[in-house]
């Protein structure tokens, strides 16, 4: 099969500067009230990511990174468009992208173990790193849940689907540090919002929420670009 490996250049080109451009600007009217124009760049911040993962030379990949990254877009608009009322529908549009991103991390889990010591100390790494992530995840979730209400099932099963996929992530192999980096914020952009939401708002969290949201998917659409994701099948001589 064909690996993923497409040139680093795709993500300095127009469509990074557009998508850079306007994470830049939604940045600075997160705060106020929504507007055609919070709307327009916070839902193009990560689309036009999409649009740099779908011209990849690899079809089958960049469909595959391009697919949670418009899930996302779309949970995006849902949450710009009604804050409050469209909350389970962006909760929702997340969890598809989730999903969607363990399918493709799925893709570079390694088949077996191999007997060579610096892949061995990054998998004990990947370990630790999966061990805190997952406790964290346990931890928030008991903290909120006294807050949750009538949303305790669908929020509970959001974090379940996000901790899958940060685990996920980091059990890849993919050759470089960017995507499992992008799967951990992305945990921690979405902590920050379940405690801005249901314990209650912190002064500047909008900002740093959607700072570390974007770096994430910044950090996992290049670290996807620049790996070589292969099929379990091909791995293994399939």
């Known amino acids: 099969m064909s690996h993923y490996n497409p040139?680093?250049?795709?993500?300095?080109?127009?469509?990074?500067?557009?998508?850079l451009a306007c994470a830049a600007l939604f940045l600075g009217v997160q705060a106020g009230?929504?507007?055609?124009?919070?709307?327009?760049?916070?839902?193009?911040?990560?689309?036009?990511?999409?649009?740099?993962?779908?011209?990849?030379?690899?079809p089958l990949a960049g469909m595959m990174l391009a697919a949670p990254l418009l899930a996302s877009s779309a949970g995006d608009f849902f949450l710009?468009?009604?804050?409050?009322?469209w909350f389970v529908a962006g909760l929702g549009a997340f969890l598809v992208a989730h999903l969607l991103y363990i399918a493709l991390f799925r893709r570079a889990w390694p088949q077996a173990p191999r007997p060579d010591e610096r892949r061995g100390a990054a998998r004990r790494a990947r370990f630790a790193?999966?061990?805190?992530?997952?406790?964290?995840?346990?931890?928030?979730?008991?903290?909120?849940?006294p807050n949750l209400a009538d949303l305790r099932v669908p929020v509970t099963a959001y974090i379940a689907v996000l901790l899958a996929m940060a685990m996920?992530?980091?059990?890849?192999?993919?050759?470089?540090?960017?995507?499992?980096?992008?799967?951990?914020?992305?945990?921690?952009?979405?902590?920050?919002?379940?405690?801005d939401t249901?314990?209650?708002?912190?002064?500047?969290?909008?900002?740093?929420?959607?700072?570390?949201?974007?770096?994430?998917?910044?950090?996992?659409?290049?670290?996807?670009?620049?790996?070589?994701?292969?099929?379990?099948?091909?791995?293994?001589g399939a």
């Not at 507007?35 to 036009?48: N, Q």
């Not at 710009?80 to 009322?85: A, T």
């Not at 998917?217 to 379990?232: F, H, K, M, N, S």
Request: charged share 10%; hydrophobic share 50%.
């Open 7 to 19: 040139d680093v250049r795709h993500l300095e080109g127009p469509v990074a500067v557009v998508s």
């Open 33 to 58: 009230p929504v507007t055609p124009f919070s709307l327009a760049t916070k839902t193009l911040s990560v689309s036009t990511l999409a649009l740099i993962a779908w011209r990849s030379p690899a």
């Open 80 to 85: 710009e468009w009604d804050r409050q009322g």
């Open 129 to 145: 790193a999966t061990i805190v992530v997952l406790a964290s995840g346990i931890g928030l979730t008991a903290y909120l849940w």
């Open 168 to 195: 996920a992530a980091l059990r890849a192999e993919v050759g470089n540090p960017w995507v499992a980096a992008g799967a951990v914020m992305f945990v921690a952009s979405d902590s920050m919002i379940g405690l």
């Open 198 to 236: 249901f314990r209650g708002p912190v002064a500047g969290s909008g900002a740093a929420i959607w700072i570390v949201y974007y770096l994430a998917q910044v950090a996992i659409t290049y670290g996807c670009l620049t790996a070589r994701l292969e099929t379990a099948g091909s791995r293994s």
